[in-house]
């Protein structure tokens, strides 16, 4: 059985800095693709950041570009997403995803398995 578990949300000021990770089990990372997604209420689902090919490339959304930084660690079985000069518009539940090795993309569909997702919350 596949589990991700993600942990680090919390309360940040703008402008300040933060990182969650996500802890797979039942599942090997090196052998699949990762990313992270955040829904804010009322917002439909947005592709944050990518960790394809076993940790080769990478790709982020629009948004958090020059901002965020997803890296893995195979041998933890963890992927990370660091996040800095937090906006209000940063505000959202970050969820990570996994799918198969060449499968990972910015839509949500292509991820069959997720975590229960960890609240950031950017205070203004």
């Known amino acids: 059985q596949v589990q991700l578990v993600e942990s680090g949300g919390g309360l940040v000021q703008a402008g300040g800095s933060l990182s969650v990770s996500c802890t797979a089990s039942g599942l090997s990372l090196s052998g699949n693709d990762m990313a992270w997604f955040r829904q804010a209420p009322g917002k439909d689902r947005e592709f944050v950041a990518g960790?394809?090919?076993?940790?080769?490339?990478?790709s982020y959304g629009v948004s958090v570009k020059g901002r965020f930084t997803i890296h893995r660690d195979n041998a933890k079985n963890t992927v990370y997403l660091g996040m800095n000069n937090l906006k209000s518009d940063d505000t959202a539940v970050y969820s990570c995803a996994m799918t198969s090795w060449g499968q990972g993309s910015s839509t949500p569909g292509n991820y069959p398995y997720w975590g229960q997702g960890t609240q950031v919350t950017v205070s203004s």
């Open positions: 960790s394809f090919r076993g940790g080769i490339s990478t």
